[in-house]
């Protein structure tokens, strides 16, 4: 006989993977919208909590969403529905549908936002490239994940990577020279320029990440390996997505639990359009 979660449920195994007490102290992780007693039969796993992914899912009745970033990172006074996030806020509670999220604390975990981007890229031996610690089962955990595959030219590795992220307007950036070989991957799913010195120190040949900002790489590349890749920051995350829904789904049927749960694939970039700039230097 199936049975079913409530969202107190989902939160449980939730923080059982990803435990919120790992979460940077800046962070905000957990049951934003919701009533924990209320019956869970439909999830829908997503990146981002915006209106595209709400809309969906109360389109579809879905139960319980589950993003990996936050609402709020900081404290309101006020949610009126003249503001994108407090008519989300009405909008969640009017279609009966909670919001939890996992951020840093997914990011850090064994099958986390990390993990799942190494898998997806086909690192083999990884480890956490900024070590925080040891999980329950004794993994050791942290931010980022470094690891091994057989040697190419970073041209090659990078046409890998960009086949293998979600497809989105971003695209890819390359720094470093096109011919040298890949041996050691450092990834970071998200903005990955607090970790530069991280890479350079874990003997990686390129860094794969997002959000990399002018002046910090051009002064890392200056400085030698690694190169760097930089994707969108959705696009880096999104692996994680199908990677919870399968998870979860394991967990369901292990529990005997009757519950459809969906990965979004709405892409939530705030750019619509990547094109060339072709205008003159003089």
């Known amino acids: 006989m199936t049975t079913t979660w409530t969202v107190s449920d989902v939160v449980t195994v939730m923080d059982r993977w990803y435990p ?18 209320r019956e869970v039969r439909r999830v829908l796993i997503a990146v981002d909590p915006v209106a595209a992914v709400i809309d969906e899912a109360v389109s579809n009745e879905i139960d319980m969403i589950i993003t990996h970033h936050p609402l709020y990172l900081r404290g309101v006074s006020f949610l009126p529905e003249s503001d994108p996030k407090g ?3 009405a909008t969640l509670v009017r279609g009966e549908c909670a919001l939890f999220n996992a951020h840093t604390n997914a990011d850090i975990a064994y099958r986390g ?8 890229l086909g690192l083999d031996r990884t480890q956490p490239l900024d070590p925080s610690g040891r999980d329950r089962d004794g993994r050791s955990v942290g931010l980022g994940r470094v690891g091994t595959i057989d040697p ?4 090659e590795f990078a046409q890998r990577v960009a086949s293998a992220l979600p497809a989105g307007p971003h695209g890819l950036f390359v720094g470093g020279d096109l011919e040298s070989t890949v041996a050691r991957v450092a990834v970071s799913g998200g903005a990955g320029d607090s970790l530069l010195e991280q890479a350079r120190a874990s003997g990686a040949d390129v860094f ?3 959000d990399l900002r002018h002046h910090p790489s051009s002064e890392h590349l200056e400085g ?10 959705w696009a880096t995350e999104w692996p994680w997505v199908p990677v919870l829904a399968q998870r979860l789904s394991e967990q369901a049927e292990a529990d005997n639990v009757s519950v459809d749960i969906t990965a979004s694939t709405i892409v939530t970039e705030p750019w619509t359009a ?8 003089q």
């Open 20 to 37: 919120p007490e790992t979460a940077q102290e800046w962070d905000k992780v957990g049951l934003i919208v919701g009533d924990p007693s």
């Open 87 to 89: 008519r989300v806020v």
């Open 113 to 120: 936002v990390a993990h799942a981007l190494a898998d997806l």
């Open 152 to 155: 190419v030219t970073l041209r």
């Open 208 to 210: 794969v990440t997002a």
């Open 224 to 233: 030698g390996a690694p190169a760097l890749i930089s994707g969108s920051h």
């Open 274 to 281: 990547h094109m060339q700039t072709t205008g003159g230097t």
